[in-house]
């Protein structure tokens, strides 16, 4: 073999020497991450509630007329609303505290009995209209009173009332730290029992729950004050938390 073939043999295998050194010198295993959706991870849901007394409450107040002509119905549903409105701010509520919900006008149908015959067809025989309100106050004790004028000055609708908290936030705060106390407590105490630790939070659901209103009935007719007690409102919020588990 010459001498100039012997120098490419040696360069070629120098080169393939240097190749394998360097392959064998890079990591033995890769380090491969497992998916978010393969790891473990436990849910549990936590509850938290926070009581406080309501200092403010809404009245829905409404007025129903009926009249021969849809222009009657309105116009004598306004002339009462404003009458219930007067009595209203009169009693005490601030004017820009009563707010107008609904206004309604629909027709009024009648179907004549006959004892033989075909069934008569519904015959138009007037018009009902409504208006509903939405009273503020924070005078608690005088709702009773505050009712029983409404109705004096025309409101025969009493659609319901709710207690408030005016400024819920702080309340809002403590339940909801309730809440994650009761959660975290729950998803420890499953780690523990399954010899492994918690891990970061995944994701975090809430809802809150807030007081009803409260149902007064329909049309009313009232003499008497009306008794009411606001009792103690209770705000809960409620958690749903998954962590992962390591």
Same mark, same amino acid.
């Not at 073939?5 to 010198?25: D, E, F, H, P, R």
């Not at 849901?45 to 009249?67: H, Q």
């Not at 009462?80 to 005490?92: D, K, L, N, S």
């Not at 609708?157 to 009761?182: H, K, N, T, Y």
């Given at each position: ?47 938290? %509630? ?121 309340? !809002? ?19 523990? !029992? ?47 938390? %998954?962590?992962?588990?390591?």
């Amino acid at each position: 073999m010459s001498s100039e073939w012997k120098s490419i043999v040696l360069l070629v295998a120098t080169l393939g020497a240097v190749l394998v050194s360097q392959v064998s010198c890079g990591p033995a295993t890769a380090q491969v991450e497992t998916p978010d959706e393969e790891r473990r991870t436990v849910s549990v849901s936590g509850s938290g %509630t926070v009581s406080a007394a309501p200092d403010e409450v809404v009245l829905r107040l409404g007025v129903e007329t009926m009249a021969e002509t849809a222009s009657e119905a309105l116009s004598g549903n306004s002339e009462q609303m404003e009458a219930v409105i007067a009595a209203v701010t009169e009693a005490g509520v601030p004017e820009e505290n009563v707010q107008t919900q609904t206004v309604q006008l629909r027709p009024r149908y009648e179907t004549p009995q006959r004892e033989t015959g075909p069934a008569q067809e519904r015959e138009l025989i007037g018009y009902v209209a409504s208006n509903i309100v939405e009273a503020r106050t924070s005078d608690l004790e005088g709702v009773g009173r505050l009712l029983d004028e409404a109705v004096q000055a025309g409101a025969n609708r009493i659609e319901g009332l709710r207690f408030e908290v005016s400024d819920p936030g702080s309340l !809002l705060d403590q339940a909801r730290e309730a809440a994650w106390q009761d959660a975290e407590s729950k998803a420890q105490q499953l780690a523990t !029992l399954a010899g492994v630790e918690l891990g970061e939070v995944l994701s975090i659901n809430e809802s809150t729950t807030a007081p009803r209103p409260v149902g007064l009935g329909g049309a009313v007719e009232r003499e008497a004050a009306v008794p009411i007690e606001p009792g103690a409102e209770d705000i809960q919020v409620d958690l749903q938390v %998954t962590w992962f588990l390591r």
